[in-house]
């Protein structure tokens, strides 16, 4: 079995920073791509970035400039660092990592249970 948790979410005002962790556990063999998703109310889930296991990565235009994706390949984590947060920010934010598990010869799609931004004075 694998596991993705999240953690970091927070209420926090407009302008502000806040850093999101998502660390898999369980077993693996090998991680490929690690992402962040989020998914506001009433709307559809959405990229936010996507790091690969080189250290390239990719990100949605709403954020450029304002989030950084990062990871640490031997503790198996992947963080977003969020800048400059705005009320539109405001969303569950889901990890989620393609993970070759041991016991299996294919990579296979993990998601976290999410964890709650909210970008409000």
């Known amino acids: 079995q694998v596991q993705l948790v999240e953690s970091g979410g927070d209420l926090v005002q407009p302008g502000g920073s806040l850093r999101l962790s998502c660390a898999a556990s369980g077993s693996i063999v090998s991680i490929r791509t690690m992402a962040w998703h989020r998914q506001a109310p009433g709307k559809q889930r959405e990229l936010v970035a996507t790091?690969?296991?080189?250290?390239?990565?990719n990100y949605a235009d709403s954020v450029k400039g304002r989030f950084t994706i990062s990871r640490d390949n031997a503790k198996n984590t992947v963080i977003l660092q969020m800048n400059s947060l705005k009320p539109e920010d405001t969303a569950v934010y889901y990890c989620n990592a393609d993970i070759w598990r041991s016991g299996t010869y294919v990579y296979s799609e993990h998601w976290g249970q999410g964890t709650q931004v909210t970008v409000s004075s």
């Open positions: 790091i690969t296991s080189g250290g390239s990565t």
